[in-house]
DNA sequence: TGGATTCTTAAGTTATTCTAAAGTATAGCT
DNA sequence: AGCTATACTTTAGAATAACTTAAGAATCCA
């Protein structure tokens, strides 16, 4: 899962992403309204977690945006004072929930769970794509309900290939969404290939092929 | 958003109405099956929500019609009776989503939102030209849905025709674009030709030439 | 520390893109 | 009209860039 983090007191930040990043999410993080509107245009996420006080702008403002341009990100809102005007306008604006300073870490995560759970999947925990299935609880693949052993990274890597199915994924959209901007390994995706290789291997079944390549252009999942 | 709402019941239709338009929607109806077939066929509509039992014809019928003309509405199946074989030749058809009288409009309206949701409208991915549809996240080009293997720069190419549709493209015109200007392949133009040929040879359709030369300045993307 | 995971490297394979060359059409000129 | 220079078409194959795959090194995590 990759997450934006959009909050200006820098330790909260880093407290948040830290955390957060434990179980093997990509967190980014802004720090003004600035940057994380550019981040918001520019990439996807699964989960925004955008305090609305932000010094250089609203976090309102964001989210407003965020919900025209169609991405389908869950919207977690902090709001510093207990002003119950700014959460509900901000869940009527389509945030998903809200959570109050000073909150437990635990508590937002358990929070981003609950968004994840109601959210795009439509209120399973499991995501179906013909034979396959991933429960998106326990991380865990299946192929005809026979289970199939992905390590985390092919795991994120199956995750994004089947909520973008039929989409091509070029190798840089690919490496920025399960490594992250910040990554230094971003100048050469050749790793990637290894993945995408490792991948196939496991997902093959009965000869049917899901991986397909875009040569030039990316790869892209479809039902063969 | 702009609606159709094909339902003969009088009052159910009104109702309906009423309450989408509710958060300033379009909402047009129609009253029986070729009222229907009519509008569809001359307007764009991003919702349809179509009573399956009209009493002049099939709303399957119209379905299948709507998808044969490539419209990219999204389709919400109204039955009556609770017959399950309906519902899914219906969601086989391309219908987004169905629900079976009697209902709550608010149950509607929810479907309405997901279908909206899911299907990212006004999120253009699809381009056509005459027989020709481009599905520009797939980078997958089809001519009569019969779906036409492109090499990149041959996708490329068909797609910046088709959105210079009718205007006289030179060839440097067309390097600048598909190979850029820092290209050292600039100062010779001959491989144009190839994939000219090339892109040629793969959309030739029953005789129909979409590419033009305009002999001494260029190509001109046409239909026929 | 030891095992699993992830990344690096490199050699082998394939698809695509470009070059070259021979044939055909077009426009302009006398 | 006929000739010529130039522009375009087409094909085949060479060169290149992109991908696959395997094996080992580095890293991470329990």
Redesign the pocket.
């Known amino acids: 899962m990759k997450y934006l983090i959009a909050e200006d007191e820098k330790d909260l930040q880093k407290s948040i992403a830290t955390y957060l990043s434990q179980d093997a999410n990509i967190c980014e993080t802004a720090s003004d309204y600035h940057e994380a509107s550019e981040k918001l245009e520019l990439y996807d996420y699964e989960i925004v977690i955008l305090d609305i006080n932000l010094i250089t702008g609203s976090g309102l403002d964001l989210l407003k945006k965020l919900k025209q341009q169609h991405k389908k990100a869950g919207v977690i809102i902090i709001s510093a004072n207990n002003s119950l005007e700014d959460k509900l306008q901000g869940l009527d604006l389509g945030a998903d929930d809200y959570i109050t300073k000073p909150f437990h870490l635990a508590e937002l995560n358990s929070r981003i769970k609950a968004v994840l759970r109601r959210g795009q999947f439509g209120g399973d925990d499991s995501i179906y794509f013909h034979e396959i299935k991933l429960d998106t609880l326990a991380r865990s693949a299946y192929v005809n309900d026979m289970p199939i052993a992905l390590?985390?990274?092919?795991y994120d890597l199956l995750l994004f290939f089947i909520t973008n199915q039929g989409r091509v994924l070029s190798?840089a959209i690919i490496a920025e969404h399960l490594?992250g901007d910040d990554s230094d390994?971003l100048d050469?995706f050749?790793?990637i290939?290894?993945?995408?290789?490792n991948l196939?291997k496991k997902l093959t079944n009965e000869g049917a092929k899901y991986i397909q390549?875009a040569?030039?252009?990316?790869y892209k999942f479809i039902a063969d």
């Open positions: 390590t985390r990274k092919e190798k490594w390994l050469n050749d790793f290939y290894v993945h995408i290789n196939r390549t040569y030039g252009s990316g």
